[in-house]
């Protein structure tokens, strides 16, 4: 079992749609968790961090489910502009402070118009 | 503000080589990351290294080494070159590496071509 698990898609989606991506992670003792986005042949930049709680940043929101150990990303009102590749990320840091970072393999998403 | 820099951009190298890779980061940044994407693929983590001294290793085979310098700077060497190496080779900078809260900043990368 890969350690995070995303839906490769595409997803096909017309503007003002709603959609949710979902990503799951198979180390318990995960501590941290993000979603970055990727533009076609560019870096991955942070979108936002994901907390217990739930977060809320704009059309995007964000959830964690430790119990379940599942994240979720929800754009509400899609634009062109968030044609990318969604990467989810799951950090952990053992008792000797070494950290490993894992990626997702990406959910791509097309907004059409 | 300078960003995260990376060189080479390009590159291209034939099996059995070695290759170096170099990373600046963002001033002020203590801890740099290296990470592997292969077309189609999340990136994959390689190393972390803060202060100098290394933090984190990926499932990477002893072929792949990296250091950071006294002004935070860092190199990923890569010897015995594979067609399989070829990749986007990404390195992040982050503010304080043993913080589990705290953002990657990405540099644009180094392609790197095994023939």
């Known amino acids: 079992r890969k350690e995070v698990e995303q839906d490769p898609g595409p997803f096909n989606v017309p503007e003002g749609a709603t959609v949710a991506f979902n990503c799951t992670y198979s180390?318990?003792?995960?501590?941290?968790f993000f979603w970055y986005r990727q533009d076609c042949r560019k870096e991955p930049k942070l979108l936002m961090s994901?907390?217990?709680s739930g977060n809320e940043d704009g059309r995007f929101t964000a959830q964690l489910n430790r119990a379940s150990q599942y994240i979720s990303l929800l754009i509400r009102d899609s634009k062109l502009s968030d044609s990318a590749t969604y990467l989810c990320?799951?950090?952990?840091?053992?008792?000797?402070?070494?950290?490993?970072?894992?990626f997702g393999i990406g959910t791509k998403l097309q907004v059409i118009p | 503000d300078a960003g995260v820099t990376q060189s080479p951009t390009h590159l291209i190298k034939t099996r059995g080589q070695h290759v170096t890779l170099r990373c600046s980061p963002i001033?002020?940044?203590?801890?740099v990351s290296w990470y592997q994407q292969v077309l189609g693929q999340g990136p994959q983590f390689i190393f972390q290294?803060?202060?100098?001294?290394?933090?984190g290793r990926g499932n990477f085979p002893d072929r792949f080494s990296a250091r950071q310098f006294p002004n935070y700077s860092s190199e990923l060497n890569v010897n015995a070159l594979l067609l399989g190496d070829s990749a986007l080779y990404l390195c992040?900078?982050?503010?304080?590496?043993?913080?589990?809260?705290?953002?990657?900043?990405f540099g644009e990368g180094s392609r790197l071509t095994v023939l």
């Open positions: 990320v799951v950090r952990i840091r053992n008792s000797g402070g070494y950290q490993k970072v894992t």
């Open positions: 992040a900078s982050s503010l304080n590496g043993m913080a589990n809260t705290g953002e990657l900043f």
């Open positions: 290294y803060y202060e100098k001294e290394e933090r």
């Open positions: 994901v907390y217990s």
């Open positions: 001033s002020g940044h203590k801890s």
């Open positions: 180390n318990s003792a995960s501590q941290s």
